[in-house]
């Protein structure tokens, strides 16, 4: 009998214990990523840096801020005194980061495994002036950098 309960125990915990990979989240549309984060900016990334910090190894990418869309960029986890991007290593389905990349980020101001909302889909690339990866409400394409900086605003209002 013991060793049948030894059995159902170990079941269970193995059960609970976090699964190692990917992690996944729900597809969130652009409309719940601006209600869900903290803050959102236009920005440039800088060149990655890894960190550790608590026992935990970031990539961290400094912000170059071009423009607060809402919250308070400061509030973002700091980076030799400029926000930063601190994403943990080796978390899975990341979006292309590159340093010099311009993008709209839609963040929690805090450190987690991304701090981009929806585990890495509120990341929108922006190459000269046109945005890549955003869809409105209907699932047409955003690729105006001011339609795009209005349906987040607008959906934020909404909150």
């Known amino acids: ?10 079941g269970v915990t193995l059960a609970l214990l976090p699964v190692a990979g990917a992690t996944t989240a729900p597809p969130l549309t652009l409309a719940q990523q601006a209600k869900k984060a903290d803050v959102v900016v236009r920005a440039t990334l800088g060149t990655a840096v890894t960190v550790t910090e608590g026992g935990v190894a970031y990539q961290v990418y400094p912000l170059t801020v071009a423009e607060t869309l809402a919250g308070d ?5 700091q980076y030799q ?8 290593q080796g978390v ?3 979006p292309t980061l590159t340093a010099s990349q311009e993008v709209i980020a839609l ?5 987690l495994d ?13 190459s000269a002036g046109k945005v890549s990866g955003a869809k409105d409400s209907a699932g047409k394409d955003i690729t105006d950098l001011a339609a795009l900086r209005d349906a987040i605003r607008a959906s934020r209002e909404a909150k």
């Open 81 to 88: 005194g400029r926000p930063a991007l601190y994403v943990m």
């Open 73 to 77: 960029a400061g509030r973002l986890p």
């Open 1 to 10: 009998m013991r060793g049948v309960l030894r059995a159902v125990v170990a």
């Open 107 to 111: 963040l929690y101001d805090r450190r």
């Open 92 to 94: 899975a389905d990341l």
């Open 114 to 126: 991304s701090p981009i909302v929806g585990f890495n889909q509120g990341l929108y690339p922006v």
